[in-house]
């Protein structure tokens, strides 16, 4: 899962996102109260918000089963916390807040697991703490997502075939990679494999582990792509 490869192209070629965020989550913090303290950012990648918590005031601590990615986000923020962890079972410190970013909950098994994991993070989060995540979810009537895609950087190429299954909540993406290393190419390949959620499943989820939620506009915090929401909840005080 983001193996070396993957892991530099995602980070100098898919930031955007994480760019574009970084001022409204930031503030998103500062409406809710939460000034300082500790925030953890749950598949942390390559750290660029991270950075910014850092630079914020705040204590950083980056979680990430992958350690190519943990490696790129020790170099973007080197005063952050960082732990090498699958998501399912991580022992996550006491905060303030946690975020988990780009699809990131997409990638653990089945509603009962994301049940068990709002749990884990109720356990560490401060009364009235905030949670903030996006996913992808299930459209009425939707034909299922099935594309193939490409993109291409100065030293690197990526080629994506997406395919959805509608009756298993799934979406597979079959990646092929490029990176130039010298006057060559070398070629990579993962499969990564995504859980399809229910907005009402997630809220549910929720409500029966201390959290209010509300799915929010991307316009309001953060550009996501199709078929992805963005929620907020917040823990009970």
Known sequence: MYQEDLAYIHHVGFSDFMREAIPRLLILLQEAGITNGTVVDLGCGGGLWLKALQDAGYHSVGIDVSEPMLEIAKTESPLSVLI????????????????????????????????????????????????????????????????QSWRTG????????????????????????FRQMGELYRRSEETHCLRVYAVEAIEKALLQTEFSAFPVSSSTLYPVA????????????
């Open 154 to 177: 100065p030293d690197w190429a990526v080629l994506v075939k997406a395919s959805e299954n509608l009756a298993e909540h799934t979406l597979k993406r079959e990646i092929t990679s």
């Open 84 to 147: 090498h962890q699958g998501l399912s079972s991580a022992k996550i410190p006491r905060c303030k807040a946690i975020t988990a970013l780009g699809e990131v909950l997409s990638y653990l098994p089945g509603e009962q697991g994301l049940e068990g994991f709002f749990k884990n993070i109720a356990c560490a989060l401060d009364p009235g703490g905030l949670l903030i995540f996006d996913v992808l979810v299930e459209e009425d009537n939707a034909s299922g997502m099935n594309y």
């Open 226 to 237: 199709p078929r992805r929401k963005v929620f907020v909840a917040r823990k009970a005080l």
